[in-house]
């Protein structure tokens, strides 16, 4: 799997969008690219994934470069349960069976109010 | 609430002894997932079950061992705990190995003394 490289930490205010730039630019062309967030010690929560048109569910947008080498994922309007730790994760689909998820260390998002 | 089940929620123990972990995933999801979060080493996975089999080992200690039962609940044990299994263990399960969303529990705080 591809290895990502997110900011440590970044900060937003309530009500404006938050985000989040991850960059994978080993990335092949079978991998797609995962986010998932951990609230403080819950167990991690899925939030969207893509290969290379960008993507769009009711928590987040995905953006995918055109060169697959980076993505932000947006969180149109931030609030103050979204201050979590926010993973991005490549990894290709195997079709015949998966791997668990290789976890890095992600980008603690603090909302501020 | 992301409908798997995990049992206990903390556990404290000694050293040198051996705990069961229990985990119920989702209804229908038939691959389960463990992993292991500890400060020193983040979010790691561990073992999966597809549908009573192992499918993946991930880092996994020789002293930790998991099954899947036929009704699908899947048990973490760990043997002779030394001070560094202390952690959250987490599990995790989805419909088909090689679905694209993982769908994780409340975890299980171990604490070994």
């Known amino acids: 799997d591809a290895k990502t490289t997110q900011p440590t930490s970044m900060d937003c205010a309530e009500g404006r969008a938050a985000n989040l730039p991850c960059n994978h630019s080993?990335?092949?062309?079978?991998?797609?690219v995962y986010w998932y967030r951990q609230i403080h010690s819950q167990g991690p929560q899925y939030i969207i994934h893509?290969?290379?048109n960008n993507e769009t569910n009711e928590m987040a947008s995905l953006i995918i470069t055109e060169d697959r080498k980076s993505s932000t994922l947006i969180l149109p309007h931030a609030t103050l349960r979204d201050t979590a730790v926010y993973y991005c994760?490549?990894?290709?689909?195997?079709?015949?069976?998966?791997?668990?998820?290789?976890f890095g260390k992600g980008t603690h998002l603090i909302i501020q109010p | 609430d992301s409908g798997v089940t995990q049992t206990p929620k903390h556990l404290i123990t000694a050293t040198g002894q051996r705990v069961t972990l229990r985990c119920s995933p989702r209804s229908g999801d038939l691959s389960v997932y463990w992993y292991q979060q500890s400060l020193d080493q983040g979010l790691q996975f561990l073992i999966q079950y597809y549908n009573g089999e192992e499918r993946a080992k991930g880092n996994i200690l020789e002293r930790f061992s998991a099954q899947q039962f036929p009704d699908l609940h899947s048990e973490l044990n760990l043997s002779s705990l030394e001070l560094g299994d202390s952690a959250l263990y987490f599990c995790?399960?989805?419909?088909?190995?090689?679905?694209?969303?993982?769908?994780f529990g409340p975890g299980t705080r171990l604490t070994v003394t």
């Open positions: 080993t990335i092949s062309g079978n991998e797609y």
């Open positions: 995790a399960s989805s419909p088909h190995p090689s679905e694209y969303e993982q769908y």
């Open positions: 893509g290969l290379k």
């Open positions: 994760i490549v990894r290709a689909y195997s079709g015949g069976g998966a791997d668990g998820l290789t």
